[in-house]
């Protein structure tokens, strides 16, 4: 019956295309057409593929917060659990001289664990996700002080950085699997109906239980996904500078969930893209890439960033409000 019940709801909960939904795509458009004609050196292929090989790490992150938000979860947690990868990663081959590959997948897998165990507290107690996963940020932010402190200053053996640089036709394979990663998951949460339920817990959560499906081990499951990928990012960025560092993940929460809100995700559920999530990521580091360009001060780049998501929670609440209406 569950199964067949969650054909039913499921269905039609795809969004459908809109082009007020994909309003990210002109501002993306927009911000890049105006960088191309003031700064000579940006709409090169070196700067454009230098801008998406950051872009890639940082999207990692958003893809597991994406799911969550599109249920009505928020998970603030991503920020310290993408450095959490690296001073991990550092834990198992400074500490264990544990090989590249062995010392990644443990890493992902302990992270998982973490982000399962936030998602157990949230589902079994119906604890609001925004405030565990501050407790849960606040903690992990302490063990990644003292893991890089007892390494603080040695580099990664050239084993563990290489790999974060492999081209693929000229192309780095991040980029590549993000764009796989973005496209795959916007063609499931569109057909496959097992995904298609994401979009129905976040309308109504309670229906879904009783109607037989199982929200709370799909929450969990999310959870997991997205500290596992958050660590992953954070893994891929630590490599990149060769060590371990603790401003790695620094506030990168509210640059994903900026980027989420801007792309047309909500914040009370419901809503979400992938493939525009990974468009609101790029549209984020661009405009913070541009800015530094400009010589822009680092604390106004902040306030400008800050506007930008009260903003977009405005817009969402507005749109909310009107939908609301409507029904």
Not at 155 to 181: C, E, H, N, Y
Request: net charge positive; aromatic share 12%.
């Amino acid at each position: 019956m569950g199964e067949d019940t969650g054909r039913q709801l499921a269905a039609g909960r795809a969004e459908k295309f809109s082009f007020a939904s994909w309003t990210i795509v002109y501002l993306l458009a927009a911000l890049f057409i105006f960088l191309a004609l003031t700064r000579n050196a940006f709409f090169t292929f070196s700067n454009i593929h230098s801008i998406l090989h950051s872009v890639s790490f940082n999207f990692y992150a958003a893809i597991g917060f994406t799911l969550l938000i599109i249920m009505g979860e928020l998970d603030l947690s991503v920020g310290s659990m993408f450095g959490f990868g690296g001073a991990m990663m550092g834990f198992f081959i400074f500490m264990y001289k544990l090989p590249a590959p062995t010392a990644i997948a443990l890493t992902i897998a302990a992270s998982a664990l973490v982000g399962l165990a936030s998602g157990f507290l949230i589902a079994r107690f119906r604890l609001n996700s925004m405030m565990v996963t501050i407790g849960v940020m606040m903690a992990i932010k302490g063990v990644n002080w003292i893991l890089v402190n007892r390494f603080s200053g040695r580099q990664f053996p050239a084993s563990a950085r290489r790999f974060v640089s492999v081209d693929v036709l000229g192309i780095k394979w991040t980029i590549i699997l993000m764009i796989a990663i973005a496209l795959a998951l916007e063609i499931l949460l569109a057909k496959s109906r097992h995904l298609k339920q994401l979009y129905y817990i976040g309308h109504n959560f309670d229906t879904t239980i009783l109607y037989g499906l199982n929200a709370n081990a799909v929450k969990c499951a999310c959870f997991a996904i997205s500290a596992a990928m958050s660590a992953f990012g954070g893994v891929l960025m630590t490599a990149r500078l060769a060590h371990p560092n603790v401003t790695v993940g620094s506030n990168l929460e509210i640059s994903i969930i900026t980027a989420a809100v801007i792309s047309g995700a909500s914040i009370f559920g419901g809503r979400g893209s992938i493939l525009r999530t990974m468009l609101g990521v790029t549209f984020v580091f661009t405009l913070q890439n541009g800015m530094t360009s400009y010589n822009i001060n680092t604390y106004v780049q902040q306030i400008i960033l800050g506007v930008i998501l009260i903003l977009a929670i405005y817009l969402d609440i507005r749109a909310n409000s009107a939908a609301g209406e409507r029904r």
